[in-house]
């Protein structure tokens, strides 16, 4: 068995991290075959209610806690993944671990981000004979548009000593998983892979072309970088408590090639929550919000001349390519 550490408050807290009220629980990683342990097996709707009754907690729907309980499902995900071990995963959301143990059989080092106290302290538990875990007992988004600080340093650390991909692998939870997919596209710190299982609404969102009701931003952040596919629809009764209404498992994977044709990332970002902010305006109607860099990008008529783009479209029909040569050509003007 490894070394496992859970370090004491007074042994990492900052004044910062204090005002936080956060925990972080460490598992040092050792290195070869010995980093990892046997654990339990996977659980099931029996497991997780004497886990939960053990700790003195119930499913909190307002953290959007439905623990999927079909085995074969969880299974499907892992597999699905494709895990080597080289790779580093990100768990949003592990609850008591059940598929944690699976990730870490697998890869070189699990990163889970668990944000209910109660479920982080389950989870050290039922990892403790693993010692390529870190876990993290704290909200996964520093804001909307940052995925924590401490959280990336952690990940970026475990890429540099292994050298394989990031993989975000992950029963997403309802109110986090469209910000923390977006967040691993646009960087600083990307995925090559994301599967995960949503929302069947936020799934839709993800593969949805334009001119469907579903076309927004993580549409064409993921159109532009990679490759969607929903694999699996998923009733309510496959969770426990039951929500109410129906999943998905989807799979995105990057492709560095798609990826690279976006000149600057921050500018992309800008430009498609100028438009589609206001997407059922035409596009020469919706440039007189543009703020920050955009508000120095000055000719959009002939820039969207020069991007092959008609102005009296919506932001809802355009492609994620359109979307890429209008940012491109912003970029040459705002880095003059």
């Given amino acids: 068995m490894g070394r496992h550490l859970i370090l004491p408050d007074a042994a990492w807290r900052t004044k910062a991290a204090c005002k936080r009220r956060s ?12 980093a990892k342990g046997k654990g339990t097996a ?52 592990p609850g008591t671990g059940s598929m944690t143990e699976a990730l870490a059989e697998r890869a070189g080092r699990v990163i889970a981000v668990e944000y209910d106290p109660p479920l982080a302290r389950i989870v050290s538990a ?10 993290f007992n ?18 970026q650390k475990a890429r540099a000593e292994l050298g394989g991909r990031l993989l ?7 109110g986090a998983g469209s910000a923390v997919m977006a967040n691993l596209i ?32 993580l549409s064409i952040l993921m159109s532009a970088t990679g490759s969607v596919h929903i694999f699996r629809k998923l009733p309510p009764s496959v969770f ?55 508000s120095k990008v000055h000719g959009w008529n002939e820039l969207f001349a020069e991007a092959f783009v008609d102005p009296h479209h919506r932001p809802e029909q355009l492609s994620a390519s359109d979307y890429i040569n209008i940012a491109n050509l912003c970029w040459e003007q705002i880095r003059k």
């Fill in 23 to 34: 925990v972080l629980l460490l598992r040092w990683p050792i290195r070869g075959s010995a």
């Fill in 42 to 93: 996977m659980q099931t709707k029996q497991d997780i209610e004497r886990l939960l009754a053990g700790a003195g907690t119930t499913p909190k729907h307002r953290l959007g806690q439905n623990f999927l309980i079909d085995l074969n499902l969880m299974r499907l995900l892992v597999d699905e993944a494709h895990i080597h071990p080289q790779d580093v995963v990100l768990e949003v959301g």
């Fill in 126 to 135: 039922q990892l403790k004979s693993f010692a390529n875990v870190i876990l």
């Fill in 138 to 155: 704290r909200d996964v988004l520093e804001n909307k548009n940052t995925i924590h600080g401490e959280i990336l340093d952690a990940v």
């Fill in 168 to 174: 975000l692998v992950s029963n997403l939870p309802y």
């Fill in 186 to 217: 646009t960087g600083p710190v990307v995925a090559d892979a994301m599967v995960v299982t949503v929302q069947k609404e936020v799934a839709e969102r993800m593969a949805a072309m334009p001119d469907h009701d579903a076309y927004g931003t």
């Fill in 240 to 294: 426990w408590p039951r929500p109410q209404v129906d999943s998905a498992m989807v799979s995105f994977i990057r492709d560095p090639q798609k990826a690279a044709q976006i000149h600057d990332m921050d500018t992309f970002r800008e430009i498609i929550t100028l438009f589609m902010g206001h997407r059922r305006k035409m596009l020469k109607a919706c440039v007189k919000f543009a703020a920050g860099g955009l």
